[in-house]
């Protein structure tokens, strides 16, 4: 492991929102690799790095966390290989909320957007439609290819520095994003206390975080890895905040990676509009502050995998040919808990120009070839790695000229001829 000087890694024995020390562990998934640490062939004869892979459950404040956190520099490594860009759902989503924020009389003509964890500047670009001035933070090598673009991107991890040096050339946000990056920063504190010093004094903070509610009710379990550190409800991402001196005004369910949770915050004490007041109340009736929840999530997550696995044994043995379709963090949490790996998918497939392919996947080992393979080689099954986006896919897959068989790994496996 690379030398670190952060406090922030390694065994969690304390809860990252209310420093609670009795944390409940309810799933093991086992020991994984960093979930983009794709492997060239040279390298599959070489040791592979794997850190543990926990959830648990904090009872004070109903924070789900895993509970084992990676030296950032290592999750994030600068030839980071994901392009928001490549994600047709995430391009709408972004456009869906600057149109929303426009709606709502947030957008402010040469008005300042900042975007935390701006990978290609695929956030941004609607922002910059609408007249704002934007500039994104962004660590890995994806603020290149945003810079090329005309997104203005500052290539570093958000820290004091960047955000004085911002606030110096730009001036003051009126609004500040990260979105699907909240769970994955370790020291949530400086977090908070960087997007305030962005944020002017009416400045609102928009965050996205995958939904906690969703990944229960879903049996989402695959969005667990070590990029995400974290799995909010709007009651323990309320009390971090207000932790940290912001309150969160509004809250809206979007469907955004499986489900995702987007609030809005502000600088000093506001009350929450009812439609978030709601939620917390649905939060509560769905179970999510009871431990109980969580053990029964458990149960059905090894039930998946034991059915999931034999109705892929039988196919293998009966001589049936099976490919995968996408590689994502999500599809290795998921083909190396179930323990899927190169015996019984051939390969997995990923659109053309996508820097994995070419790679083995961590872990599991699986070629990532060109989807296109796929239409020439007809598998007898396709199983949808993305399977929240399955419906989409599969839809894709035939209009291609796909004529095999699909198999829908999750919340329940199922073949789909
Ligand atoms: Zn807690």
């Known amino acids: 492991m690379k030398k670190t000087f952060n406090k922030y890694v390694g065994h969690v024995k304390e809860c990252q929102i209310c420093r609670n020390k009795n944390l409940k562990i309810f799933l093991s998934l086992g020991h994984h ?12 004869h070489e040791m592979e790095a794997t850190y543990p892979l926990n959830m648990v459950f904090c009872d004070r404040c109903s924070l789900v966390q895993i509970d084992y956190i990676v030296p950032p520099e290592i999750v994030f490594p600068p030839d980071y290989p994901y392009r928001t860009g490549l994600t047709n759902m995430l391009i709408r989503n972004f456009q869906a909320l600057a149109d929303t924020m426009e ?3 947030y957008i402010r003509k040469n008005g300042l957007a900042v975007d935390i964890g701006s990978n290609d500047g695929t956030l941004l670009k609607p922002f910059k439609a609408k007249g704002m001035r934007v500039v994104g933070i962004e660590p890995t090598g994806a603020a290149d290819m945003a810079n090329k673009n005309g997104v203005t991107t500052v290539k570093s991890f958000l820290n004091k520095d960047v955000v004085s040096r911002i606030v110096k050339k730009y001036g003051s946000a009126d609004i500040v994003t990260a ?37 229960i009710k879903k049996l989402e379990f695959d969005t667990v890895y070590h990029e995400h550190l974290r799995f909010y409800s709007l009651k323990s991402l309320a009390r971090m905040f207000e932790k940290n001196g912001l309150s969160i005004v509004d809250s809206d369910i979007i469907t955004a990676a499986g489900g995702s949770i987007r609030v809005y915050a502000k600088k000093g004490k506001y009350k929450m509009s009812p439609r978030a007041k709601n939620l917390i109340l649905a939060e509560k009736l769905a179970g999510l502050y009871d431990f109980k929840t969580y053990e029964n999530f458990a149960k059905k997550i090894s039930e998946v995998r034991q059915d999931l696995l034999s109705l892929l044994l039988k196919l293998k043995k009966n001589g049936a040919r099976i490919v995968g379709l996408t590689s994502s963090c999500r599809s290795n949490t998921l083909l190396r808990y179930m323990n899927i790996t190169d015996d ?4 997995t497939g990923e659109k053309r120009g996508s820097p994995k392919i070419g790679m083995f996947t961590p872990g599991t080992h699986i070629p990532v070839v060109d989807e296109e393979k796929i239409i020439t080689d007809q598998p007898d099954y396709l199983i949808i790695l993305s399977w929240h986006i399955g419906e989409e896919l599969m839809r894709i897959m ?16 199922k073949i789909v001829k």
């Open 103 to 105: 709606k709502d009389g």
């Open 344 to 347: 019984i998918l051939d390969y």
């Open 179 to 215: 979105t699907n990056v909240f769970a994955h920063i370790n020291d949530t504190e400086s977090l908070i206390a960087n997007v305030k010093n962005l944020l002017s004094k009416d400045g609102v903070f928009v965050s996205e975080s995958q939904y906690l509610m969703d990944i």
């Open 33 to 44: 690799p960093v979930p983009q640490e794709y492997l060239t062939k040279e390298r599959l």
């Open 398 to 413: 035939r209009k291609v000229g796909y004529k095999g068989k699909f198999i829908i790994p999750l919340p329940k496996p």
